[in-house]
């Protein structure tokens, strides 16, 4: 228990860089300094005389949460003693604000649990095409193998197939972690669609014959070049592996954004499962033992939409199937 004349406690008081707040009996608050006032989001004159609204227990630290006019929160570590204000007992709040180290502790607790994650996820999904690759080998290296030239060239195929898996999987996870550490990134440029689309389905060797692309030839995304290749590459990736084709890519102007849709032909989304689309790691049960897959791609669309200023969905398609869409920004007029 602490007595000091009010006037020198007053002047401790203002002059704390912490909240303070002493609170009588009743849990009304007497006195609060302006790092108090700017804790609370509130000047003193609204502050006094209202209740705290926190257990107040002399000794020890405890963490709480103050809830601020726009509805935000605050974390504060609260300390708390007793004295005597001209003759009446207070309890004395000291308040310091945590908000920041607490939610860089909760954003390195999630990293951690995402390293975990991904490095299951790594274990799980390398395991067989590296299996099927090792086999392949050895069968290719076996010295009494009686393997045909045509069984020969096909075991070659199948080696160069699951070693592209496996690059596209190493790509994916590269570019999570790029997400993940939030890595400066280039500029964004005017960088039109449709050029940008004809480059990509190049990719795809002879399945770029299955997609139908609708852009007109002036229309330019406000966007990283890079980023929008990825997004594209993803969703069309994505239409192949889960859809049917024919696939529909269509770029429109609408409302000021350019509107990017890759339907496919094919079952659509469970309505059960559309809200875990663009989770990390998740894939539909269904499909999981149908397709490959990290579970990535759309996380991946979503993340670098949004970190371009726009924004990704899923609806139904039109005729059937599904439809990934991607709202960026219109690049202004030059």
Excluded at 228 to 240: D, G, H, K, R
Aim: glycine share 8%; charged share 25%; net charge negative.
């Amino acid at each position: 228990m602490l007595s000091l004349r009010a006037d020198a406690e007053q002047a401790i008081i203002s002059a704390s860089a912490d909240g303070i707040v002493a609170v009588d009996a009743e849990g009304r608050i007497q006195v609060c300094n302006p790092a108090a006032e700017e804790l609370f989001g509130r000047h003193a004159e609204v502050l006094l005389g209202t209740q705290f609204g926190y257990p107040i227990v002399a000794g020890g630290a405890t963490e709480v949460e103050l809830m601020l006019p726009d509805g935000g929160k605050r974390i504060v570590e609260m300390r708390v003693t007793s004295t005597i204000l001209e003759g009446q007992r207070l309890h004395v709040a000291a308040l310091r604000d945590v908000t920041r180290r607490r939610r860089a502790e909760q954003d390195l607790q999630q990293a951690l649990e995402r390293q975990h994650t991904t490095a299951a996820v790594v274990a799980h999904e390398l395991r067989n095409p590296l299996a099927t690759i090792s086999a392949l080998t050895e069968a290719l290296r076996d010295p009494g193998g009686t393997l045909t030239a045509e069984e020969r060239t096909d075991v070659i195929d199948r080696i160069a197939d699951r070693t592209t898996c496996l690059q596209a999987m190493v790509s994916k996870l590269l570019t999570a972690s790029r997400i993940d550490v939030d890595l400066a990134r280039a500029p964004l440029q005017r960088v039109p669609v449709l050029e940008l689309t004809l480059e990509r389905l190049a990719e795809f060797g002879d399945r770029s014959g299955e997609v139908c692309v609708s852009c007109a030839p002036a229309l330019s995304a406000h966007v990283n070049r890079d980023e929008l290749s990825e997004m594209l590459v993803n969703c069309l990736e994505n239409a192949f592996a889960y859809g049917r084709p024919p696939i529909e890519v269509r770029v429109a102007e609408e409302e000021g954004w350019i509107e990017v849709r890759v339907q496919d032909s094919g079952t659509g989304v469970p309505e059960d499962f559309v809200p875990h689309l663009f989770d990390r790691f998740t894939r539909e049960t269904g499909v999981k033992r149908q397709t490959e897959g990290s579970g990535l791609g759309l996380w991946i669309v979503r993340s670098l939409a949004r970190a371009n200023g726009g924004e990704a969905h899923y609806e139904p398609g039109d005729r059937g199937g599904a439809c990934f869409c991607l709202s960026l920004q219109l690049a202004p007029s030059s």
